[in-house]
């Protein structure tokens, strides 16, 4: 196909664009999105035609039609009638009770993955909630990797119904419980369901014991194998002689954020936010202030919009105080590449600009990254740049010059230059 000419006289042609491969793969993903979108509209119109078909002959039929619905879509399909039936919950919620979401998969402005989890979400919100919440979750929907995107939507919802987390806790609590299911095998497992901070703090001493002993030279488990013995030598012996010296005694570790006013008594206003347990995510108040009053293991990180620091080893060492190294891991909660849903307290510390290029030891150039982006981004042909006076976020270059923003779970406040005056007093 001929060129079209510009101007042919100074020898200057039009090159039209030609998409590279993740342009192909973008092009037929955003066409996923639109067809899922067809797909739900199409789904709720058979299950509607079903219901008016039935009710001609009496609401009591209306059961029976849906059934019918469900199977046949299954059979037509080759899914699981559970699958199906989740097919036509979400086709259900998408089309007549949240359009808005309909509308952004329909334009390709959303996944169908984030369409999921985003009915799932509002779906927990009571009524008077949706309208505060629902424009912001849709740009959240349209703007987050699915990973990050589950994790923001789940600290919007929690804030939006934070004046009840307390309630909702104490009435959660009657459900704990435990139970075991058999396997293949001769095997079985067990469940517990319980207070999700004892929950996540019992795993994480269990996984602290199970690392120290899989470092010795003669163990050949695996992790997992080795976490599921050490449950078992606490649960049936009560007692950890058979593990080495070095994994005896070890504690579990809790890493709170609370607002400084919430530690107050009689329920302190905290401007909505409530405190965050590294890992699980809101607790109630009450949890918190028992959790700051106690284990002597604990992260105690007590945030006011006033206040201002200032960290930073410059070029003194190498290595991340570990002082420095908790506020850089509480900052982004998470490994800063896109998408990553690695806790930052098990990532390594990076240096954006390398030490060995000039780069300083500090908070504004240090970042949590799991060990497969740490090493996709010193080997992958990435750059990855933290911006400056953005509160820690990463911008990532990939080697096809495509630009992605991480934006850390929290800021951290800084101290900001103010006059002073001549007598060598600060203004006030």
């Not at 036509?88 to 334009?107: F, G, K, M, T």
């Not at 080893?313 to 998470?334: C, G, K, M």
């Amino acid at each position: 196909m001929a060129l079209d000419a510009v101007d042919a006289s100074e020898g200057e042609f039009f090159v039209p664009d030609v998409p590279d491969a993740l342009d192909l793969v973008l092009e037929v993903a955003d066409m996923m999105s639109i067809f899922a979108a067809q797909r739900f509209v199409r789904i709720d119109r058979m299950r509607c035609e079903a219901l008016a078909e039935a009710g001609l002959y009496g609401a009591q039929l209306n059961g029976i039609a849906e059934r019918s619905v469900r199977l046949e879509l299954a059979s037509a399909l080759r899914i699981t009638e559970y699958a199906a039936d989740e097919l036509i919950r979400l086709a259900e919620a998408v089309v007549r009770r949240y359009p808005q979401v309909l509308d952004s998969l329909s334009r390709a402005g959303m996944t169908e993955k984030h369409a999921s989890i985003l009915v799932d979400g509002l779906d927990e919100l009571e009524p008077h909630l949706l309208d505060g919440v629902l424009p912001e979750a849709l740009a959240l929907a349209e703007a987050e990797p699915v990973g990050s995107f589950r994790r923001r939507l789940r600290k919007l919802i929690d804030t939006a119904r934070v004046d009840t987390l307390a309630e909702r806790h104490e009435a959660a609590l009657e459900k704990r419980r435990t139970f075991i299911e058999p396997a293949e095998d001769g095997m079985a497992s067990w469940t517990l369901i319980g207070p999700a901070v004892e929950v996540r703090a019992g795993f994480d001493r269990v996984t602290a014991v199970a690392k120290v002993i899989g470092a010795q030279p003669e163990e050949t488990r695996t992790l997992d194998q080795i976490r599921s013995d050490v449950m078992f030598d606490l649960l049936i012996e009560g007692n950890t002689g058979v593990h080495p010296v070095q994994a005896r005694g070890i504690q579990a570790k809790v890493h709170v954020t609370v607002p400084v006013l919430a530690l107050l008594e009689d329920g302190a206003r905290t401007n909505g936010e409530p405190p965050v347990v590294e890992g699980i995510g809101p607790v109630p108040v009450a949890v918190a202030r028992e959790l700051c009053g106690s284990a002597p293991t604990m992260t105690r990180i007590l945030t006011d919009p006033e206040t201002g620091m200032v960290l930073s080893v410059s070029r003194d060492r190498y290595e991340t105080p570990p002082w420095l190294r908790r506020i850089v891991t509480w900052r982004a909660e998470r490994c800063m590449a896109p998408g990553c849903t690695m806790p930052a307290s098990r990532c390594q510390i990076d240096h954006s600009i390398a030490w060995e290029h000039g780069g300083h030891t500090s908070l504004g150039n240090l970042c949590p990254l799991c060990q497969g982006h740490h090493t996709v981004k010193h080997h992958g042909g990435w750059t990855v740049t933290q911006i400056e006076g953005s509160g820690g976020a990463l911008e990532w270059i990939s080697p096809t010059g495509r630009r992605y923003l991480v934006q850390p779970e929290r800021k951290v406040p800084v101290f900001t230059p103010v006059a002073v005056a001549t007598d060598g007093r600060a203004p006030f």
